[in-house]
């Protein structure tokens, strides 16, 4: 779903800033073609790179990306499953985490209640 939704605004972004809008506006109202366009898109990894490139390279879509991932289920469980498995990310995450003093208490109390389940 998510690589579906990063495809179909990367078509769009791409073919509207070409100067297609025209074309583009008549292949989307169509479901049969725009679920052929999509389906190309998605079979050809390059284009799925170029589009999820294009679709975070700007603050609005990269916000509205964002808030479907984090909105779906298992793509915000896998995005959680990658963070926790890289250092870095996960270094990244607490660092900018414990620069607000509200959440900066939350995680000394998972820390610490963490500490005490080990010590058991």
Do not use: P, Y
Request: charged share 25%; proline share 0%.
């Amino acid at each position: 779903m998510k690589r579906t939704l990063l495809i179909a605004a990367g078509a769009l972004f791409g073919l509207a800033a070409a100067g297609c809008g025209e074309v583009v506006h008549r292949m989307l109202a169509d479901a049969t073609t725009r679920s052929k366009l999509f389906q190309a898109v998605g079979a050809d990894s390059a284009w799925t790179r170029e589009i999820a490139d294009r679709l975070l390279a700007e603050d609005g879509t990269r916000g509205l990306v964002f808030e479907r991932v984090l909105g779906m289920g298992e793509a915000r469980q896998a995005l959680l499953v990658d963070v926790a498995r890289d250092r870095v990310l996960l270094d990244g995450v607490i660092q900018f985490a414990v620069q607000d003093t509200a959440m900066r208490s939350h995680i000394l109390t998972l820390f610490k209640g963490m500490q005490m389940a080990g010590a058991k």
